[in-house]
């Protein structure tokens, strides 16, 4: 018998309660051999007992599981956003899951907000750098309340970080095909090294340093700023996309809308060896949370990702399979323009999964 893959769930807060048990749903009618073992870690905990993660909590993960799933982080109840902070940057920092990975595909031309597009038009990928950046935590502030007040925000590069994560996009290039079958054939670096010189040239540096290792991809550089306009007028040239860590969120949550909204955005966390972090690139929603309207196929088709990165690619090809007729059938929930709710979307998937 096959050994199950063992699944750490962490549903998190807000519309991650409801979309993660689409997901497991999902899974489980895909025949997927795996096991889910769920945590409580998120805001109730927190103000339960001021747990955010416990201190052996990412070791044990690293150690006990092969993927963790995760819902979304974030509650009105916790203003300073510490336990999110503290679990789901933890985890990406901590377990060193260097590598964002965020598909952009648009399965159906109606879900798209640009006239005339249609799914062969939004194919690429964005690989985020996960681990520095802005998200490092390095500054402080000086004379706080004052009028005088500083507050220092700094930008970490490493030499090791840039080049792992560029290097991490030329073998992604060289790896995968797009959906249409043909092969991937360009990098675009994207940076904003006309301003942030000092790292911009580090990047820049590096880019032409890994590229010259992979002569057969085609190597391409945009400006964020320029890259963002270039998204919205014209999708179709965007293949394999490398930046730092915030340009990678904001570029993400932009080419979400491409695809449909943040309800269809899936992604993993990744580090090849390492049990890695897949979750929606959406948040917790809490102005919808609690009222079965979210869209949980962000969630579904990142459980299928993770599936994917398993070794199980017919479970993951049913689940995409599926998500893709719900589409064309307006099995659906609202933001996309159907009427069903979270669990009836979720039911009449796992339904048609499991007779497949
Ligand atoms: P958000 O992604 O939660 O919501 C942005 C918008 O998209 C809202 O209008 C929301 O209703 C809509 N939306 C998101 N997911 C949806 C879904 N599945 N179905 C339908 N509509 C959906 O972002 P936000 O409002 O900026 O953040 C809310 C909280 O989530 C904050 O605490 C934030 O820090 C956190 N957050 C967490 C993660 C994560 O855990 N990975 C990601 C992003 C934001
Ligand atoms: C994301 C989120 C997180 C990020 C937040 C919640 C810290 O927006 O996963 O895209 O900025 O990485
Ligand atoms: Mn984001």
């Known amino acids: 018998m096959t050994q199950r893959k063992r699944i750490a769930v962490i549903a998190g807060d807000g519309i991650g309660k409801e979309v993660i048990p689409q997901a497991l749903k999902v899974v489980e009618a895909a025949g997927a051999a795996v096991e889910f073992t769920e945590f409580d870690w998120g805001a109730d905990r927190y103000l339960a007992d001021k747990t955010t993660a416990p201190p052996d909590g990412f070791s044990n993960l690293a150690r006990d599981y092969d993927a963790i799933l995760v819902g979304a982080l974030g509650d009105p109840r916790v203003p300073s956003n510490i336990h999110a902070k503290e679990i789901l940057l933890g985890m990406r920092f901590k377990m060193d899951l260097y590598a964002n990975v965020r598909p952009v595909r648009l399965m159906d031309a109606a879900l798209c907000p640009l006239k005339d597009v249609e799914p062969k038009d939004v194919d690429f990928v964005v690989i985020r750098e996960n681990t520095e950046g802005v998200y490092g935590d390095v500054g402080g502030v000086f004379k706080q309340g ?33 959906l249409d079958g043909s092969p991937r054939q360009r990098v675009l670096m994207c940076d ?6 000092h790292a911009g040239g580090l990047w820049q540096r590096v880019f032409k340093e890994v590229a010259a290792e992979y002569p057969k991809i085609e190597t391409q550089h945009m400006y964020v700023d320029a890259l963002c306009m ?9 293949d394999v996309i490398v930046t730092n860590n915030m340009f990678g969120d904001i570029v993400t949550d932009l080419a979400a809308g491409l695809q449909g909204g943040l309800g269809m955005a899936a992604s993993g966390n990744l580090h090849p060896g390492k049990t890695s972090m897949f979750e929606p690139v959406h948040g917790s929603a809490p102005p919808i949370a609690g009222k079965n309207i979210a869209n949980p196929f962000g969630a579904i088709l990142t459980a299928a990702m993770m599936l994917a990165h398993l070794g199980m690619a017919a479970e993951s090809a049913k689940i995409e399979a599926g998500v893709l007729e719900a589409v064309r059938q307006k099995k659906i929930t609202a933001d996309i323009g159907g009427t069903m709710g979270t669990w009836e979307a979720g039911d009449w998937l796992a339904e048609r999964i499991a007779r497949r």
Do not use: L, W
């Open 192 to 197: 904003k090294s006309n301003a942030m010189t």
């Open 230 to 238: 270039q998204m919205v007028r014209d999708p179709r040239p965007f």
């Open 146 to 178: 004052t009028a005088d007040e500083v507050a220092i925000q700094e930008d970490i590069n490493t030499r090791k970080g840039v080049e792992r994560i560029i290097r991490y996009a030329f073998e992604y290039c060289a790896h995968h095909k797009k």
